[in-house]
C-alpha cells in the first residue's frame, strides 16, 4: 500500500484533549497547542506509554507517566524534574508525523520518500466556497480500503447491489463510460441521456445526466453529478487504512446554496444514503470474511472491469501513462 497523504480525523474532533487515530497501522496521537496541530506516533520513547492518553499544554503534548513533554516536531521539551538541555531534547524526541489540515479535515503522511507531494491532493468543489458542505464520518469498517474504492468507482453494482436506490436491474438504461488516466490518479465519466431509475436518483439528482469519478491515489475518491445547470452534488470521500481487514471512510458532501438550509439538506441527503450505506458496508465486510476464509484476494476481471487493475496500481504505489484510454457502451 501506498503510505501518502491520508486522512486522519475531522477537524472538530482535535480539540482540548489528544486524539489517537490508527492509520495504516500505525497509532497516531493528533492535538493541539498553540492553535498548532500536531502528530506524533502514539508512543512515548521514554517508557512507551500511549501519549494519546496524556494532556495539552502550552508548547506541546505531556505524557500522564512521567510528565515528558513534546513539542508539535517531536522534540522532548520537558523533563520534570531535571534540567533538559537543546541537543539532549532532541535525542529525546518522540516521533513526528506530517500532518496537514484542510477544509475540515486532518491528514497525516506516514512516508516521507521524494513521491509524496507536501501537500495532499484535494480537488475543487471541496471547500470551495459558494457551496454547502457536510461531513459525515461513518467510524471503523470491515474490509479493506482499496475495495471500498473500488466499489465506489465500479458503477456497475449500482443496478445489482443498490437496485431500486441509485439504479434497477430490470430498467438498465443505455451509457457512454469514458475513462481518463492520470499518472497519480483515474476517471471514468458516466454520460446518459436520462437521469439514473432508482427512487434516490430521481428524487435528489433530477435532471442528471453526466457524472465523474476520480480516484486520486492513495485515497480519495470524487464524484461529481451534475444536470444541465451545473452541479447537483458531489461527494468527496477518504478512505483510510486502519488494520489489514479494517479502514476507516470520511466523506464531504458538497451541494449548491439553495432554498433548503444547509442543516435540512444534510440530514435529508444522510437519510436517503443510509440503506446504500448499510448495504456497500455489509458487501465490503462480506468480501473481507471470504477473503480471509481462502487466504487471498484472487478477482477475475469481466468485460465491466476496466479500473480495477489500474486502481489497485495506483493504490500500490505505481503510475499511468496520461490519456483517455477507454470509451465503453453498456447498460446500467
Known amino acids: 500500500m501506498h503510505l501518502g497523504w491520508q486522512m486522519a480525523a475531522l477537524s472538530r474532533d482535535v480539540r482540548r484533549r489528544p486524539v489517537q487515530r ?7 496521537a493528533l492535538f493541539r497547542s498553540n492553535g498548532r496541530i500536531g502528530a506524533l506516533v502514539d508512543r512515548c520513547p521514554h517508557r512507551n506509554f500511549p501519549l494519546s492518553q496524556g494532556r495539552v499544554a502550552e508548547n ?18 520537558a523533563v520534570p524534574g531535571c534540567t533538559l538541555g537543546e541537543a539532549e531534547g532532541r535525542r529525546l524526541s518522540a516521533k513526528p508525523v506530517a500532518v496537514y489540515e484542510a477544509h475540515g479535515a486532518v ?9 509524496v507531494p507536501a501537500a495532499p491532493t484535494l480537488r475543487a468543489p471541496f471547500g470551495s466556497d459558494g457551496f454547502d458542505h457536510f461531513w459525515w464520518d461513518q467510524g471503523e469498517w470491515r474490509g479493506t480500503a482499496f475495495d471500498a474504492i473500488e466499489n465506489v468507482m465500479d458503477p456497475f453494482h449500482t443496478s445489482e447491489l443498490h437496485h431500486g436506490f441509485i439504479r434497477r436491474r430490470d430498467r438498465r438504461q443505455p451509457v457512454t463510460l469514458t475513462v481518463e488516466n ?21 428524487l435528489l439528482e433530477g435532471e442528471r445526466t453526466r457524472s465523474r469519478t476520480r480516484y486520486d491515489a492513495p485515497a480519495a475518491v470524487q464524484a461529481v453529478w451534475e444536470s444541465r445547470h451545473g452541479l447537483t452534488l458531489c461527494v468527496t470521500a477518504f ?26 439538506k444534510q440530514w435529508g441527503l444522510k437519510a436517503f444514503l443510509m440503506p446504500v450505506v448499510k448495504q456497500d458496508r455489509s458487501a465490503l465486510a462480506a ?34 501513462t496520461p490519456g483517455i484510454t477507454d470509451r465503453l457502451a453498456a447498460d446500467l
Open 22 to 28: 490508527v492509520v495504516a497501522g500505525v497509532p497516531v
Open 60 to 77: 506541546g503534548l505531556t505524557c500522564p507517566y512521567h510528565g515528558w513533554r513534546f513539542a508539535a516536531d517531536g522534540t522532548c521539551v
Open 107 to 115: 491528514f497525516v503522511r506516514l512516508a516521507d520518500t521524494p513521491d
Open 182 to 202: 492520470f499518472e497519480r490518479g483515474i476517471e471514468m465519466m458516466i454520460d446518459q441521456s436520462q437521469p439514473d431509475s432508482g427512487i434516490m436518483s430521481r
Open 239 to 264: 478512505f483510510t487504512p486502519v488494520g489489514k481487514h479494517s479502514f476507516r471512510p470520511f466523506a464531504c458532501f458538497t451541494t449548491p446554496h439553495g432554498i433548503l438550509p444547509a442543516v435540512v
Open 287 to 320: 468480501q473481507a470474511e471470504v477473503v480471509a476464509r481462502f487466504g487471498a484476494m484472487r478477482y477475475a476481471q469481466g468485460p465491466g472491469d476496466i479500473l480495477g487493475n489500474r486502481i489497485h496500481r495506483l493504490y500500490q504505489g505505481g503510475a499511468l
